[in-house]
């Protein structure tokens, strides 16, 4: 068994853990955090199963659907997780207006990813290369492309500030909650920003496992935090 086929069993193990979560956040759910974390789940399901589709793909079709439903996922991710932040931070539910406004650009998002072929406004192209059975592919981006980028990592900065905050106010303790999700935060980050600069091999997408250490790492503290 070579390393392509440990990362893709790996991404499909990671849904498994993802929909475990999911069931435990429903069963468990005894506030507004627990409900939308269940909901970063469910999202962050979605988008690993299509990077496990898309990095199984044997052809161009193959590969454009499964990018497609990735996105149906990780579009919201970004959204979630602000409203999830939100809730730690100021330790109240958003508005409607808010929450409008905040997965407003999900949504166009999921619009103009779904729409691509007809404007090419968020990927202007594709690149592919053969390896073995594996056909590996990278998106050429689109001005519409950066806004998405730009909103997730806003979302990242807004996430580390609030859980960073709630940190300092727990003296820096290593068993304190906020260490959990700030930690969670910044290795996501990290990695999804090694995708993003291409700096992986083949163009492998790294962002499933940033997200699942995230929502690892998050999960144990809101345990911890109820």
């Avoid at 044997?58 to 659907?65: A, K, P, R």
């Avoid at 932040?85 to 958003?94: E, N």
């Avoid at 700030?182 to 496992?209: A, E, K, N, R």
């Avoid at 699942?212 to 109820?226: D, E, N, P, R, T």
């Amino acid at each position: 068994m070579n390393v392509f086929e440990l990362y893709s069993f790996f991404l499909f193990g990671v849904v498994a853990v993802y929909l475990v979560m999911f069931s435990l956040s429903i069963k468990n759910s005894d506030g507004l955090l627990s409900s939308v974390f269940s909901l970063i789940c469910a999202a962050s399901a979605v988008y690993v199963l299509g990077a496990a589709f898309q990095f199984n793909s044997q052809s161009v079709e193959e590969i454009l659907f499964s990018q497609k439903f990735k996105y149906f996922g990780v579009s919201f991710i970004p959204a979630l997780w602000l409203v999830f932040a939100y809730i730690v931070y100021f330790r109240k539910k958003m508005s409607l207006g808010m929450v409008l406004f905040v997965f407003l650009i999900p949504a166009l998002v999921l619009f103009f990813v779904s729409t691509n072929e007809y404007h090419g406004l968020y990927y202007s192209g594709m690149s592919l290369f053969q390896h073995g059975e594996y056909l590996f592919s990278r998106r050429t981006p689109g001005p519409l492309y950066y806004l998405h980028v730009s909103y997730a990592y806003f979302v990242v900065g807004f996430c580390m500030y609030s859980f960073f905050m709630g940190w300092v106010k727990g003296r820096f303790k290593l068993t304190n909650p906020y260490f959990l999700l700030f930690s969670g935060v910044l290795l996501s980050g990290i990695l999804s920003g090694f995708y993003l600069l291409g700096m992986t091999p083949f163009w492998i997408d790294m962002m499933p496992v940033g997200y699942f250490v995230l929502a690892l790492f998050s999960g144990i503290g809101i345990f911890k935090y109820k």
